[in-house]
């Protein structure tokens, strides 16, 4: 099994990276082979609404790292998707990058993925946002969870982890085990089937 992790904050070591990384790492003591994308590593460049990627086979116009990432999400079993909130929704980066999934859509909004490998492309949508109060932005997370199910996504699990003013994350310890049975389960889950 693999399972890739895109980490969508201009933080490379925040709190981002460390909740993806920690579901990783429970999959990872179960056995998945897993990959980490750092947002602030790439080359994304915003979509320029050329639709070149809908006209012939040549995909989208744009060279840079999108490249990287939609062969290893076209490789990976579960995806996991991580970003910090800021000003009430996902960061900049993660914008970015899911205003460039627009080339995996067809122009009637039907799914890139074929019927076939669409039930195999789990996500994982994590959150995380310095405010305490959960139910907060919940409208927006329920929003971006309809728009990677609308991807062909099959949305296992949204953690979204709050109250970050109140120190750093890494310092929550059952936050910790949760988040690595997270991991554990997407592998755990495979080997039932």
Same mark, same amino acid.
């Given at each position: ?28 003591? =179960?056995?998945?082979?897993? /990959?980490?994308?750092?947002?602030? $590593? ?5 979509? =320029? ?8 086979? /040549? ?17 990976? $079993? ?12 996902? +960061? ?6 899911? $205003? ?13 993925? =074929? ?13 995380? /946002? ?8 919940? +409208? ?13 996504? $099959? ?20 936050? =910790? ?7 554990? +389960? ?8």
């Amino acid at each position: 099994m693999k399972i890739i992790g895109l980490m969508a904050s201009p933080r490379k070591e925040g709190n981002t990276a460390w909740i993806v990384n920690k579901i990783l790492e429970g999959a990872r003591e =179960q056995g998945a082979e897993t /990959q980490c994308f750092n947002f602030g $590593d790439l080359d994304i460049k915003p979509c =320029q609404g050329c639709w070149a990627c809908h006209k012939g086979d /040549q995909g989208c116009i744009i060279k840079d790292d999108m490249e990287k990432l939609n062969d290893a999400m076209d490789h990976a $079993d579960t995806i996991v998707f991580g970003s910090p909130i800021y000003m009430m929704q996902m +960061s900049a980066q993660a914008k970015i990058f899911i $205003d460039r999934m627009f080339a995996r859509f067809s122009p009637r909004y039907s799914p890139y993925f =074929q019927e076939e490998n669409a039930a195999q492309k789990k996500l994982i949508l994590t959150f995380n /946002q310095g405010n305490p109060d959960s139910d907060l932005f919940q +409208s927006y997370i329920d929003y971006t969870k309809h728009m990677f199910e609308l991807l062909e996504f $099959d949305v296992k699990e949204v953690p979204v982890v709050t109250g970050l003013r109140n120190g750093p994350v890494h310092e929550k310890e059952e936050l =910790q085990t949760a988040l690595k049975n997270i991991g554990s +389960s997407l592998v755990s889950e495979r080997l039932l089937k």
